[in-house]
């Protein structure tokens, strides 16, 4: 056998018994360690294998569709807008702006590597690239919101006294939030400073499993990692402008923000 060729799992009868044995650790784990979230496990693992199961029917047709893939690619980004929303804890009104942020990190990244050519403009390229970049401005963008709504309610008296001394509100609550913008950031900057030292992501084990060359896996990933750095980095600083001009602002803060 090519010592390149794919070495992915078979979905046979071992791989279902090392799944189950896999869930069984984990909630004898929760119940022995008083952890709480035994039954988590499970409902976790079996939405995961069904939901895997209809995507993979689903991906298999699409694959061969360019406009099917980009279908797949805007309910993705639809799915993605309204988990952030949920996360972020805003009315269902402010999902425009939401889906804005979201947008502003996804399309110059999925724009350059599908425009250039470097990643193909098929089936096979469109979705599994723009499910991970897709995915990492959701979570950078849900990140970057709750700890930007928390630091409001944190830091009320430096928003007031910033209103005090003649700054808008928009002024105001930036000062606040400027200080957090970082901690979003930070996991993607941590992972792609110890790839291949640490660790290695998705995309990487991906290519070498599809029978790619550890070179072809290498700059799959890479390219994954720096255009995830531009995504999150946009969809972060545009998401803390909306925050701050009080467009994307948590229920329970509406009351006293903005003033």
């Known amino acids: 056998m090519h010592p390149w060729a794919t070495t992915a ?12 044995v896999l869930v069984a650790i984990a909630v004898v784990t929760s119940y022995v360690g008083r952890l709480g ?13 069904v939901q895997l199961a209809v995507v993979s029917v689903v991906i298999a047709a699409l694959l061969a569709s360019v406009w099917g ?26 999902a425009g702006w939401v889906a804005l942020a979201l947008a502003a990190g996804a399309a110059p990244v999925l724009a ?9 403009f098929n089936g096979a390229g469109i979705v599994p690239v723009a499910g991970i970049v ?3 401005v959701m979570t950078a963008a849900s990140l970057t919101g709750r700890r930007a709504a928390d630091e409001l309610v944190a ?12 700054l808008t509100s928009t002024e105001a609550a930036y000062l606040v939030l400027e200080p957090t913008a970082r901690e979003a950031l930070t996991p993607g900057l941590d992972q792609t400073r110890t790839v291949g030292l640490v660790t ?6 991906g290519v070498l499993l599809g029978g790619g060359t550890p070179l072809e896996a290498g700059s799959a990933q890479v390219l994954v990692l720096i255009g995830l750095l531009a995504g999150q980095a946009l969809t972060c600083a545009v998401l803390l402008r909306l925050v701050a001009s009080g467009r994307v602002v948590r229920r329970d803060l509406a009351t006293m923000f903005p003033r």
């Open 9 to 20: 799992p078979t979905p046979d009868g071992r791989l279902a018994v090392v799944l189950v």
């Open 155 to 166: 830091g009320r008296g430096t928003y007031e006294a910033g209103l005090a001394v003649g």
């Open 200 to 205: 290695l992501p998705g995309a990487f084990i």
């Open 134 to 136: 897709i995915g990492g």
């Open 37 to 49: 979230v035994g039954r988590d496990h499970v409902t976790a693992a079996v939405r995961a294998v």
């Open 69 to 94: 893939a980009i279908g797949f690619a805007v309910v993705m980004y639809v799915v993605a807008t309204a988990t952030a929303v949920r996360r972020l804890g805003v009315p269902a009104g402010q």
């Open 112 to 120: 350059l590597a599908l425009g250039s050519g470097v990643v193909p």
